[in-house]
């Protein structure tokens, strides 16, 4: 008897001790706030520069999801992600996000619905169809909504959550989707947060690309910037409003005067982006006769870029690591077989890990590419941001440029000029390449206000200006993204590697790591799942209930035994 209070006493202490430390736990949890993230990319850990960014909301972030219904399995997993990416916003945000999940197709009236699908639409959130497939076999269409709408402070701005790359399989579209929500919706925040957009220039007049040859990227940056078409002409003002300025691949002398304001731009402390081809091949003719030539181009800025630190030469690489073409591989008078070969003047090219610009980005398509080397400017950084492969080597102008070239095996050894540099970031205060030249009538303009050294500030050259061009659908006449590659239907790392140039030139670093963020795809084996679906599932359901039997029935033995009399 005397035992059995003892019993009830303990278990009375226990459960009271219990009750204190869960409450104690939850009072020290009020106050402290920390989240474990087991996963080994950390795909639940937002980023610093976002949880400073969530941390000085100071009003509600409300987000429409319109991403609910009955999806299949992959777009579930987006959902989720999405619910919980939202819930680490919220959490760092002191509970200032809120959000809902839509579902526009909910109304099981057809006009009610449509109407609701033009107001999205109208919005700018495009729709995506999507084919299901029923239980009999069949399939039917869905229209859904991958997209999130933030509002902070009487603004909106569109998050598209599915990342529509042609040519990319549908689940890697998912996995791509997921790894770039925080990017998407933190990108989406710092503009409602910070609405006054830098400037960012594409200069013309000098044969540079045109807009539908830059599209891509141009729309891209129109939710960061605002970007415009710059024409010099002489005026000294011209660059005035502009942070950064895109040189992207010049085809005529840019004159003098033209040159200074550039070079006053920098002295300003301007960035410039610089995409500049050193050698003109003539690609009709390669395409009509399959020959061309290679031949050094005259564009009067060999002295500028030589004086900032960096020097482009009058070459072309070739590089085994490389995209491929299409050939006729058929006999004459046959009907043709167009095989893929590879074309050793269109380098992939790697990445510099070390560097946040390149850090993460996938392989880099190049065009008749040159090399560069950097010049002992005093007090100038550089920075080699991209090499060639092992297996490369250069070919000085002028040279023959023949298609000729896929029809023999080409020895590796022959490629002797390995990591060839392509692209290089400069930093530091430069100095004007007007210092010790005689140009009064400019110099003592006061509208100049000129200066023989910059501030600190900083300029990327790439030796080939087709990097940052997009193709055209001919059909259509609609800029394909920027990377695309319609012959091998996949999608190179230029596209980023633009965007990381820009966001590191003006300053927004912080958007770099997240764009090159990397969550690991870990699908299910289908065919190991179809083998062993009964096995599993046993394992799953029958085995834990059998367990809690199992420690039930021993539990009962073990007491029964310990109390009986």
């Known amino acids: 008897m005397t035992q059995k209070r003892g019993n009830k006493k303990r278990d009375i202490i226990w459960l009271v001790l219990s009750i204190a430390i869960v409450v104690l736990c939850n009072f020290i949890g009020s106050f402290v706030f920390h989240r474990f993230d087991l996963t080994s990319e950390k795909r639940y850990t937002l980023s610093d520069d976002t949880k400073k960014m969530m941390e000085s909301v100071n009003d509600i972030v409300y987000v429409k999801v319109y991403l609910d219904g009955d999806f299949p399995s992959g777009f579930k997993r987006l959902k989720s992600e999405t619910k919980e ?13 809120q959000y809902e999940f839509i579902n526009p197709s909910a109304n099981p009236d057809t006009k009610v619905r449509d109407a609701f699908y033009r107001q999205l639409y109208n919005q700018g959130l495009t729709p995506t169809n999507l084919q299901v497939k029923d239980d009999n076999g069949g399939s039917s269409e869905q229209v859904i909504f991958p997209w999130a709408v933030i509002s902070y402070k009487g603004q909106s701005a569109p998050v598209q959550l599915l990342q529509n790359d042609p040519g990319v399989p549908p689940d890697e579209a998912l996995n791509n989707s997921v790894q770039k ?6 990108s989406a925040m710092r503009i409602l947060k910070n609405p006054v957009r830098r400037e960012v220039g594409f200069l013309y007049g000098h044969g540079e690309l045109d807009s539908l040859r830059v599209a891509d990227i141009t729309n891209t940056l129109n939710d960061f910037y605002v970007t415009k078409r710059v024409k010099i002409e002489g005026r000294l003002k011209s660059l005035q409003d502009i942070g950064l300025l895109i040189i992207a691949n010049p085809d005529t002398i840019i004159n003098e005067k033209d040159k200074f304001i550039i070079d006053q731009f920098v002295m300003h402390g301007g960035k410039i982006l610089w995409l500049v081809n050193s050698v003109y091949t003539n690609m009709d003719s390669l395409h009509h006769s399959g020959i061309t030539m290679g031949l050094p181009r005259e564009l009067n800025l060999n002295d500028m870029l030589f004086n900032y630190g960096a020097r482009i030469n009058t070459d072309i690489v070739q590089d085994m690591q490389c995209s491929m073409i299409p050939i006729n591989k058929a006999f004459r008078g046959s009907p043709p077989d167009w095989q893929l070969v590879p074309w ?7 990445n510099n890990p070390q560097n946040i610009i390149t850090k993460n980005l996938d392989l880099i398509e190049f065009n008749f590419a040159s090399s560069l080397d950097t010049i002992g400017s005093e007090g100038i950084k550089k920075t080699f941001l991209l090499r060639t492969s092992k297996y490369s080597r250069l070919a000085e102008t002028p040279t023959r440029v023949s298609l000729g070239i896929v ?20 930093e530091g205060k430069f100095k004007s390449l007007y210092t010790n030249r005689d140009i009064p009538k400019i ?15 900083k ?11 997009n193709e055209v659908q001919q059909s259509t006449g609609r800029a394909l993204p920027l990377g695309y590659d319609f012959y091998t239907n996949r999608t190179y790392g230029n596209k980023n590697f633009i965007l990381n140039c820009i966001n590191y030139l003006t300053g927004d670093e912080s958007l770099i790591p997240l764009r090159g ?31 809690i039997i199992i420690y039930g029935m021993i539990q009962f033995f073990v007491r029964k035994r310990k109390y009986s009399l």
């Open 344 to 350: 050793v003047y269109t380098p992939l090219v790697g």
């Open 443 to 457: 110099v003592n303009d006061k509208e100049i206000d000129y200066k023989y050294q910059s501030p600190e500030t």
């Open 407 to 426: 029809e023999y095996p080409l020895a590796m050894q022959q490629f002797d000029k390995p990591f060839q540099p392509l692209a290089v970031l400069l």
């Open 181 to 186: 929500l925080e990017y998407d919706f933190a």
């Open 85 to 97: 990416m939202l819930d680490e916003f919220r959490a760092y945000s002191h509970g200032n996000v």
């Open 459 to 469: 300029m990327i050259v790439i030796a080939d200006g087709n990097v940052i061009k």
């Open 517 to 547: 963020r990397e969550i690991k795809l870990r699908l299910l084996d289908k065919k190991k799942i179809a083998n062993e679906r009964l096995q599993w599932q046993i394992i799953n359901t029958v085995l834990p209930s059998l367990l």
